[in-house]
Every structure is written in structure tokens, then in C-alpha cells.
């Protein structure tokens, strides 16, 4: 009996993470208690789908060590498809630490240590083209372009093989300073992952950074006529979002909540934009729903915890502004 294997939806490329985030604000030397949480741009993305009922699979290594089996056990927790998560003997499984509200008031700052991590090691080898081949949607980011030249082969390669087979190339430049050389690789490499994009998420900073401008129109024009990009979204933060897609320009708002850690909510939007998408919501609706998981991470600690189901998004958008609930 030949048994049929279902190929997820999205497939995405990149490394997961062990975040330990500061119980108590300011610098990490005074800070004593941390929550362990998962997490990891794309990973983020991943589960973002999955509890929308999007399947997703996650290409990455692991280290076989106790922080590797937690995220591991997450993944697969979550019905991430672990198919093609690899474990690495050699090398650990990344960390990093999250500092709030130090020394700029409502902004987190970051401390990796991910230098030799196992997901450094990705190469174009881990990676099965059948399974990327078989998506409708490849995902990944300039995180895992940065994280060493191996990964970055490998998400370089898996773009074109999605291009040739067909499957839609989501890309968010996600531009992390601290993870590159120099700013001069950045824009070169980062440019460069724009030309097999078919999808592109960036914000205004990343925007100056690789065309120069940050004029939302001058922006969505450049992506248009430099590199072909016809579906595309800005997003502004506190000002919500700005979308062109397919000759229709959308603006969406933000929601305003109490920000408990800003980290993770760029990964919520694409994750539900994206299976917004997917599930046929038209641009504007998709927006909305993206910039309402976005707001909900937000309101706690780790990327993970407050990504939203179903009914988590319509409780959110059907409730948001009451004071008090008495339904």
C-alpha cells in the first residue's frame, strides 16, 4: 500500500531560537529571572499558520542538546511539520537575551549568542528541492541570509528552485544590524534576495537602507520598477501599514494596546497575512487581521505566546476599543 504523504502549504528556511526574556527592566547585569521562550523569525511564522489552519514546515538544524529538543517539542507541538529539521551533534542550538526597557524607554534591545550555532550550518544540501517544490509558498528572511554563507546559499537556492517550480517567494528583509559584517554586505545581499521575490515585507528603516528613500509612494514605486515587485508591504509601526498589491494601493491602521515587549510582532504579520492570503481574505482584510496579531504579541512577553487562532482574531477585531466584555 503506497501511503500519501501531504506536502505542507508553506515551507519556510531559517533558524529557531531559545529567547531568554527579562523578568524585570533595565540592563541584563542587574536582571536575575528570565522566561525561557521559542522562537525564531521564521519558526514565528510557521506557527503564526498553523494555528490558522495553514500547514507549514520549517527547514532548519537543531543542536541535539536540551534547548534544540525544547524547540524541537514546540514545533511539533504546534503541528509545525518537523520533517526536515535536522540535529546537529556538533554544534548548540542559538539563544539570545532580551533587555526591556533600557536604556530607551518601550524598546527591547538584544544580546545573541548564535555565532557557531547549529542553523549556521544550514547549507543548500539540507534541503530537498521536492519538498519546496511542492508548496504553494517558500518563506524566508534577511535573518537567515545574514546568520553565515552557508545559510544564505541555501535560501538563495530555494528561492529559484520555488521561482522555477512555480511556488510564490515571500521574503521579509528583517534587517538585524548586529548579525552582519558590515552595512555594505547587507544592501548588497538583501537587494540582491529582492529580485526573486514575489512577495516582500520590509519596514521604513529597511526601505531607506536598500533604496534610499523612505516616501511610502517613492517606495512602493522603486519596488515596482527596480526589482519587479508587485506585491508588497510596508510596515510603519504606530502608523499602521501600506500595502501595494497587484496595482491596488491599501492602508491599513494600527491597533493601539498596552506594549508589554515589541519583539515578534513583524513575524505575526506576515504569518497571518500570509494565511489570510492563502485562505482567499482579500488584501485590505488580510492587512487587518496581520495588524491585529501584531498588536496581540505585543502585549506579552515572547513572539509566540499571543499569535491568534481563529477565534483569538475575531474576538480581537469584533472587541477591540470596549472598555469591558459583558457578553
Known sequence: MVVAVLMPEVVALGEPLVQFNAVTDGPLRHV??????????????????????????????????????????????????????KFDPERPTGIYFVQRNYPIPGVSDVLYYRRGSAASALGPDDVDPDYVSGARVFHTTGITMAISDTARSAAFKYLEVARSKGVTTSFDVNYRRKLWANVDDAINVLSKALNFADIVFLDEDEANLLLGISAIDDVLR??????????????????????????????????????????????????????????????EKAMRRASAAAAMVVMVRGDEENLPREDDLRRFLEGYGRQVDLR
Open 32 to 85: 536575575t529571572y528570565f522566561e525561557k521562550h521559542a522562537t525564531g523569525t521564521e519558526a514565528n511564522v510557521c506557527v503564526a499558520l498553523v494555528r490558522l489552519d495553514v500547514s507549514c514546515g520549517l527547514i532548519t538544524r537543531l543542536g541535539a542538546d536540551e534547548f534544540g529538543l525544547f524547540i524541537y517539542n514546540w514545533l511539533r507541538g504546534e503541528s509545525v511539520d518537523v520533517s526536515h529539521v
Open 222 to 283: 522603486e519596488l515596482r520598477s527596480k526589482f519587479g515587485i508587485n506585491r508588497a508591504v510596508l510596515k510603519l509601526g504606530l502608523k499602521g501599514s501600506v500595502a501595494y498589491w497587484e496595482g491596488r494601493i491599501v492602508k491599513v491602521d494600527a491597533f493601539r494596546v498596552p506594549v508589554k515587549d515589541p519583539i515578534g510582532a513583524g513575524d505575526a504579520y506576515a504569518g497571518v497575512f500570509l494565511a489570510s492570503i492563502l485562505r482567499g481574505h482579500d488584501v
